[in-house]
């Protein structure tokens, strides 16, 4: 698989329940970063966990790294229905230049 | 908030045609990038920019692209002759330091090519 692979491709839950979504990459990373779009529009940043970083929260996120597996999970906690989107793991990894390598995405419904 | 701007949201060209993406990164920011999306694929790196030279491009970036920082604020990418494979969602992003920090994003240009 390609660096930043995410997995699963396609996640249906109802709200209230969490979802996780999981990530994993090839090479030796400065930082990972996940991101949400909206279908059809911009990306927007959610947290940045840095390769000597194990875990990091922010409000409902909560977002882990282990570098030994070269994977990465996120967990969207008490899910709501406007997290209905696409997230996306992308990987800035060292000695490959500065730019982000991005993963195919897992498409999250919430449905009410 | 501090925040990527592009312009315009979308733009619709002929094939053969010029064009020219606006993006204006973050006031303090000294990298630039520009990525692209395909509809229904994955995001792929283009260029970064840093220094008023580019850094990093991919083999996407061909001699068809092109990128400058005209003045102090604006980062533009231009097509010289849009294919019809050009259409996608290109997206200007920013960043403070390199390896260290978040890169920010743009709300994204879709190009179409008729």
């Known amino acids: 698989s390609q660096q930043g692979e995410e997995d699963p491709q396609a996640l249906s839950i109802q709200e209230g329940e969490n979802a996780t979504m999981n990530c994993s990459y090839k090479?030796?990373?400065?930082?990972l970063q996940w991101y949400r779009q909206n279908s059809g529009r911009g990306l927007v940043h959610l947290i940045l966990?840095?390769?000597?970083?194990r875990e990091k929260h922010s409000g409902r996120l909560r977002v882990t790294l282990d570098t030994s597996k070269k994977s990465s999970s996120l967990l969207i906690t008490a899910s709501r229905a406007a997290d209905t989107a696409s997230y996306f793991c992308?990987?800035?990894?060292?000695?490959?230049?500065?730019?982000?390598?991005f993963g195919g995405g897992t498409r999250l419904m919430v449905k009410p | 908030e501090p925040e990527v701007t592009q312009t315009p949201s979308h733009q619709v060209t002929q094939m053969g045609q010029e064009v020219i993406l606006r993006c204006v990164p973050i006031?303090?920011?000294?990298?630039f990038y520009w990525y692209r999306q395909i509809l229904g694929q994955k995001v792929e790196f283009l260029v970064s920019?840093?220094?008023?030279?580019?850094?990093?491009k991919s083999e996407i970036f061909d001699d068809q692209f092109s990128v400058e920082r005209p003045d102090g604020s604006n980062f533009t990418l231009k097509i010289r002759s849009t294919k019809l494979e050009d259409s996608a969602m290109y997206f200007c992003?920013?960043?403070?330091?390199?390896?260290?920090?978040?890169?920010?994003f743009g709300p994204g240009t879709r190009l179409t090519v008729t």
């Open positions: 992003a920013s960043r403070v330091v390199r390896g260290l920090d978040e890169q920010y």
């Open positions: 090479t030796s990373i400065n930082n």
């Open positions: 966990i840095r390769s000597n970083e």
């Open positions: 992308a990987t800035d990894a060292r000695n490959a230049g500065n730019m982000l390598t």
């Open positions: 006031s303090n920011h000294l990298y």
């Open positions: 920019f840093y220094n008023n030279e580019i850094s990093e």
